[in-house]
């Protein structure tokens, strides 16, 4: 693999996790809660897609063969898209998708925080946004964590659901491959292993205040840096490609 | 109190144009017309989050999918900001909510029409938008202060909304051929209801009487409606688009565009709950509402708990 | 009993140095929702640098009925203006 094969994959990785789960966080749009929190997931769920829009951009350019950031997103199948899988999952309930974002800005806030001193600019410039994004959807989600984890009974029960599900997930998001080490010796990704224990340090307090119990789980799900997703991601993409799919000839 | 003589201040404010607010002492029907016309405005802008909404996962590219949510969920902001209007007059949103799922308070009838394409994303913020704005625009100078006010705030918004529904459909009849008979569907379909949305002719209107006295509304439905329909059937001839409507005609005396008459009777079955998606948009607000709830009570069973407050 | 959360008034400030002016309200449970919301729905197009927010039930108004007793006595107190005085001709403003 050459380190340009490796810079379009890793690219599409961190554009293919802003743009699904900003499309999933778009799904709370008119379905929130309360109308205040409505406007708060739909500006969030701009934020992913802005981002998305950024490095999708960039992996074109690095690709060179004359496509476009929605080239990218809408013309390609399940198999290669890299987003990890905790992002195509069902928005599920509030506390599902609370325990998603907190899972998710966790990890966004300490990796975009490395990315910002990347060797490469255009991520740098793209993570230095990214990053003053997260850390707000972090304090949101963490803040949120603690309403729903020390609320009520039936949130508690909610929360502690959502994040005993989600938990096997997580894995995925520290794996090193090819990609990453090729990245990672030229300055341009970070370590991942680092950002591991960053992000055990990061989220386990706030679970714990939020009364909390951290899971165990047998195994962590993988499959993602293959292309290798849940059922989830087809149904994803047959909505969001529907239109440039069914009339490949026209702009819109 | 001198209640003859607080009238009679409210009545002077009124001629000297000065806003109503919330503190004064205003006549009991003022703020019953108020809150119902006020939150009906509130609870459409919520309701048509749906009939786009409806597309946000499958708008075909990125930018299109981010001015998409970027203006739903101005939509939201501008519900909210209303129903902050609304309860400056007394009462709470809990209860405006309550009068939307009881069927006590009304929602604008064009958002019971179903969004079949995406060009009907282009029409609705081309036309139900455009028809919108003409209202608002002429609701800036309204006599309640913070109704006026929300509406100054809604306008600088929504000047956006209308512009990137128009683009769709001009980019769209630039585009194959399927794009442009896309376009003029969704032309034929929103037309007709987006004039409705100006209510009936003044001569049926039953509310316009003391909404005119009081400085609420400050014009008629026929008049908000010709100045939508001259601003847009140049708007349409632009891009190649047909008005649907063989009667549609310059008059060069009052110098404005003679129409067809509206099918009225459809304006009242879909008003009096028949219309495509009457029970979809409300079943769709009761859901998410109730499904909702735990959440709210989460959030204030630990405010409690905390009592930053 | 359902609840929409208590309501809360947003100030915001346009620019730093300028003042938090009142733009609306946000319901919310706590302060820091109450903060974030406002931030999510009044500062959406650049609108603020910082935003106050106060649990509505704190602000105390004044009654339209005692706005004259209140207002109405600084109308002829006109020797609180600077116009109100007569500057010698020739001399220079300060």
Not at chain 2, 6 to 15: A, P, T, V
Request: aromatic share 10%.
């Amino acid at each position: 693999m050459t380190n340009q094969e490796a810079l379009y994959i890793y690219l599409l990785r961190l554009g293919d996790n802003a743009l699904i789960n900003g499309h999933r966080l778009a799904e709370w749009c008119s379905r929130g809660p309360f109308l205040e929190e409505d406007l708060a997931m739909t500006n969030i769920a701009l934020d992913n897609i802005g981002r998305s829009q950024a490095f999708l951009k960039y992996a074109a350019a690095i690709d060179g063969k004359g496509k476009t950031e929605d080239d990218l997103a809408y013309k390609r199948g399940e198999r290669e898209f890299y987003n990890h899988l905790i992002t195509e999952l069902p928005i599920g309930d509030f506390a599902y998708t609370v325990a998603k974002q907190l899972i998710m800005s966790c990890f966004d806030v300490l990796v975009f925080t490395d990315l910002s001193n990347s060797k490469d600019e255009t991520i740098a410039g793209i993570a230095a946004k990214a990053l003053k994004e997260s850390r707000y959807h972090f304090v949101h989600a963490r803040d949120w964590s603690y309403r729903l984890g020390k609320g009520t009974e039936e949130s508690h029960r909610r929360y502690q659901n959502a994040i005993q599900d989600l938990w096997m997930y997580t894995g995925e998001l520290f794996e090193m491959n090819e990609v990453e080490n090729i990245l990672l010796q030229e300055g341009i990704s970070n370590n991942l292993q680092e950002v591991r224990s960053n992000w055990i340090n990061l989220i386990m307090p706030i679970l714990q205040d939020s009364s909390i119990r951290i899971p165990t789980v047998d195994y962590m799900q993988t499959g993602s840096c293959k292309g290798i997703h849940s059922e989830h991601l087809g149904h994803i993409l047959s909505d969001m490609q529907y239109l440039q799919r069914a009339y490949p000839d026209a702009k819109w | 109190m001198n209640t003859t003589l607080d009238i009679h201040s409210f009545q002077e404010k009124l001629d000297k144009d000065y806003n109503i607010e919330p503190k004064d002492v205003m006549p009991d029907d003022y703020r019953k017309h108020l809150i119902r016309q006020i939150s009906q405005h509130a609870h459409s802008e919520v309701i048509g989050m749906q009939p786009e909404g409806n597309w946000i996962s499958r708008a075909p590219s990125l930018r299109a999918k981010q001015i998409l949510l970027a203006k739903i969920q101005d939509e939201g902001g501008h519900g909210l900001y209303l129903y902050s209007a609304c309860e400056t007059l007394g009462i709470s949103r809990d209860e405006l909510i309550e009068q939307l799922h009881e069927g006590k308070a009304k929602y604008s009838n064009i958002f019971n029409y179903p969004s079949l394409t995406w060009a009907d994303i282009g029409a609705i913020g081309w036309l139900v938008d455009g028809a919108a704005i003409v209202n608002q625009v002429s609701l800036q100078r309204t006599s309640f202060g913070p109704y006026a006010r929300a509406m100054v705030r809604i306008c600088k918004e929504e000047s956006f909304h209308q512009r990137q529904g128009y683009e769709i459909m001009a980019t769209m009849m630039n585009g194959t051929k399927e794009q442009r008979e896309m376009a003029q569907d969704a032309m034929n379909r929103w037309w007709w209801p987006s004039l409705m949305m100006f209510g009936p002719h003044d001569s049926d209107s039953p509310h316009s009487g003391k909404a005119f006295e009081w400085k609420i509304k400050l014009k008629s439905n026929d008049e908000l409606r010709q100045k939508f329909i001259d601003k847009t059937v140049q708007q349409a001839e632009v891009i190649g688009l047909t008005i649907p409507d063989a009667q549609l005609k310059w008059n060069e005396d009052k110098q404005g565009y003679d129409h067809g008459e509206i099918n009225w009777d459809e304006f009242k079955r879909v008003i009096n709950g028949n219309g495509p998606c009457n029970k979809q948009r409300m079943d769709h607000h009761k859901k998410y509402h109730a499904e909702g709830a735990w959440v709210r009570e989460a959030a204030a069973a630990y405010a409690e708990t905390i009592s930053k407050i | 009993m359902d609840t929409q959360l208590a309501l809360w008034e947003v100030f915001i400030q346009k620019k730093s140095g300028g003042d938090h002016t009142h733009c609306g309200s946000v319901h919310a449970s706590d302060s820091a929702m109450a903060l974030q919301n406002a931030r999510d729905i009044y500062t959406r197009r650049n609108e603020g640098s910082s935003i106050w927010v106060i649990p509505s039930q704190f602000v105390t108004a004044s009654k339209a009925e005692d706005a004259d007793m209140l207002f109405d006595p600084a109308d002829d107190k006109i020797y609180r203006h600077p116009t109100f005085y007569v500057m010698p001709e020739g001399a220079k403003q300060i």
